[in-house]
């Protein structure tokens, strides 16, 4: 029976990373997958990519994409094992609803990739709705500095400020993004720094 996955986690802790394995891991087996990404996300050139060097061509979403319709039509052209969808923050609930659609009525199962919560602490609304409809949630786990597993992200300026406001979406500098237990969350947003 299929089922709608969503593996969420601050930034840098290898979402990209387990999607690309799952891809291959299907291909290796014969199996065919499609792989989506958000077009928003142009940091690789429109394809799924690692911090470690490893990436894969992918199929883009943007707001208005009807996924239902592009998975059904892919799958009645030749059987689908699996849909991955990287950045799946971006999603719209609409889409997730699609989704859970190629799930229940074409038996494919959908696995989403992307980031719980923002800098500021606020669920994405394809995260929400990935949190209200996936069948199963996992965590993948990335550590604060402190040893704590961290669940909540910063983002820092140039001035090396914690940012309190700006656009949820920033795309690229990933460097700027701090991952932190929710303690040191809390902490860095009220003192505007992070510890040392």
């Keep these: 029976m299929a089922k709608l996955y969503f593996y969420y986690s601050t930034m840098n802790a290898g979402k990209s990373t387990a999607l690309l394995q799952a891809a291959y891991n299907y291909g290796e087996r014969g199996m065919r997958s ?11 050139g429109g394809r799924v990519a690692s911090r470690i060097g490893i990436s894969s061509e992918a199929r883009h ?24 969808v990287d950045e799946s923050q971006f999603l719209s609930p609409a889409q997730v609803q699609g989704l859970a659609r190629v799930v229940d009525e074409l038996n494919v199962p959908v696995l989403c990739y ?3 919560t923002d800098f500021r602490g606020s669920l994405f609304p394809g995260s929400a709705q990935l949190l209200a409809w996936a069948d199963n949630l996992v965590e993948i786990k990335t550590i604060c500095h402190c040893g704590r597993k961290a669940t909540m992200v910063v983002r820092v300026g140039a001035d090396g400020q914690v940012e ?7 795309i690229g500098g990933n460097e700027r ?10 902490r860095a947003v009220t003192d505007g720094r992070l510890e040392s």
């Design 61 to 84: 979403f943007e707001p208005g994409s009807d996924l239902y319709a592009q998975v059904a039509a892919e799958h009645a052209r030749e059987p689908l094992a699996c849909v991955l």
């Design 164 to 170: 309190r406001e700006g656009a949820q979406v920033e």
């Design 34 to 44: 499609l792989v989506y990404t958000a077009r928003l996300d142009d940091r690789a």
């Design 177 to 186: 993004y701090v991952p932190l237990c929710r303690r040191h969350f809390v």
């Design 114 to 116: 992307g980031l719980r």
